[in-house]
């Protein structure tokens, strides 16, 4: 059985940092692309940001690029976001996603298996 289990959030004042972290078990961790999404209060579930299993490029959402950083392990099948800058709009719930595919990153529907998430708050 697929697991993806988020850990690191918190609460964090304007302008700080933190760094969530994504294990993965039970499936071939390199071969699956890894987002990142997050929902907040009354939306939708956004990408965050993704990065494939192909080559470690990266995808980031235009609300986040410049401040957040996707990067993967394989030896340690963990996924992380590192988020520096950190703003009030960023609180949220983040969750983590693994996909078999590498096009389409950002979409929700294009991931199989998802974490049970991780809150994120970011105080003014």
């Known amino acids: 059985q697929v697991q993806l289990v988020e850990s690191g959030g918190g609460l964090v004042q304007a302008g700080g940092s933190l760094r969530l972290s994504c294990a993965v078990s039970?499936?071939?961790?390199?071969?699956?692309?890894m987002g990142w999404f997050r929902q907040a209060p009354g939306k939708e579930r956004e990408i965050v940001g993704a990065?494939?299993?192909?080559?470690?490029?990266?995808y980031y959402a235009d609300s986040v690029k410049g401040r957040f950083t996707i990067a993967r392990d394989n030896s340690k099948n963990t996924v992380y976001l590192q988020m520096n800058s950190l703003k009030p709009e960023d609180t949220a719930v983040y969750y983590c996603?693994?996909?078999?595919?590498?096009?389409?990153?950002?979409?929700?529907?294009?991931?199989?298996?998802w974490g049970q998430g991780t809150q994120v708050t970011v105080s003014s």
């Open positions: 996603a693994a996909s078999p595919l590498n096009y389409g990153l950002r979409f929700p529907s294009h991931y199989d298996y």
């Open positions: 990065i494939s299993w192909i080559d470690g490029s990266t």
């Open positions: 039970g499936h071939t961790f390199s071969a699956y692309a």
